[in-house]
């Protein structure tokens, strides 16, 4: 182990003014997978430095690929944590890290996590709803339906894939609010609600993604949706059509519109399937588009790419 290269990497996260400074030495420090290193961070979370405990659970929640063997020892400290402090940002981190070991959460840790559903920090509130994802836990998902009514949209809007995507439960409330979250004026909201529909066959989707396409509300969500649902392709007179409309749309990259001019009657949901991007590549609009990406795997499957920015050196954003 490079003892002074180790050294000058936590100084260098402890001294770094800005959160990509700061992720690039935690994922330097990460790649040091030893016993070293787990002692040197639960040194670091045990100083009354907030700094100190903060970086010592940032690298332990992802240090290497099986942390069982001290993962029981980092849930002690989160909950410690949790009693004691009041700092956003120390219990941002330690829920984060917490959705990084969620298989881990037993119910005695749900019960103590149900305080922050009605934290006053929306920043809070997000981090709950990421530590949350993919638990098949009743405690786990009554908070996600409650999250997934938030005021704030970023919490409304994970806590809805949560529920739509990541779990398989299926039961009358979760679609209820799956359904009520499909009016949301936010379109990010909105089909996520759309596709944690479709994941559960329920019968009101066809209706919503029509209205989708009519309001040319177009995203990899929804594309994904007709790639899985039933009967997808009866919407595709519908997606030929726009195509038409707006193939001469100077905005649209030209070699990606050829390579679709020969092939649009082929069976787009069993091998093609056109993408329109808005610019900003956060909402989805015909009007503005910017690029057409052709997917050519026959079982292409569009999957929500989720990452917390934050949490990865620059390169990786």
């Not at 379109?187 to 066809?206: F, M, P, Y």
């Amino acid at each position: 182990m490079k003892t002074l290269e180790i050294d000058k990497l936590f100084e260098r996260a402890y001294k770094a003014k800005t959160e990509n400074n700061y992720w690039n030495q935690i994922f330097e420090l990460r790649k040091f997978v030893n016993e070293k290193m787990i002692s040197e961070c639960f040194q670091r979370i045990d100083y009354d430095d907030l700094k100190y405990k903060k970086i010592g659970i940032d690298i332990l929640s992802q240090l290497g690929a099986n942390r069982k063997k001290f993962i029981k020892q980092l849930f002690e400290r989160i909950f410690i944590i949790f009693e004691t402090s009041e700092n956003e940002k120390l219990i941002c981190t330690s829920l984060m890290a917490l959705g990084h070991n969620n298989q881990h959460l037993k119910t005695n840790h749900f019960k103590i996590l149900l305080k922050f559903v009605d934290s006053k920090s929306k920043k809070i509130r997000y981090a709950l709803t990421f530590s949350l994802l993919g638990i098949e836990n009743k405690f786990a998902l009554d908070m996600l339906i409650k999250l997934a009514q938030d005021k704030s949209l970023k919490v409304r809007d994970w806590a809805t894939f949560g529920l739509g995507t990541q779990l398989e439960t299926d039961n009358e409330e979760i679609r209820n609010i799956l359904y009520r979250n499909t009016s949301s004026k936010d379109d990010q909201i909105r089909q996520e609600a759309i596709k944690g529909l479709s994941n559960r066959d329920d019968e009101r989707v066809e209706e919503l993604i029509l209205s989708e396409i009519q309001n040319r509300n177009f995203g990899t969500l929804i594309f994904n949706t007709l790639l899985n649902i039933k009967n997808g392709k009866q919407y595709l007179p519908f997606i030929i059509n726009i195509y038409e409309k707006y193939k001469n749309d100077r905005d649209i990259t030209s070699e990606w519109l050829s390579d679709m001019k020969d092939r649009p009657q082929k069976s787009v949901f069993k091998k093609y399937i056109v993408v329109f991007f808005h610019s900003t590549f956060t909402t989805f609009s015909i009007s503005g588009a910017c690029c057409l990406m052709v997917f050519s795997t026959p079982n292409f499957r569009v999957e929500k790419f989720r990452e917390q920015p934050e949490q990865f050196p620059k390169s990786f954003t």
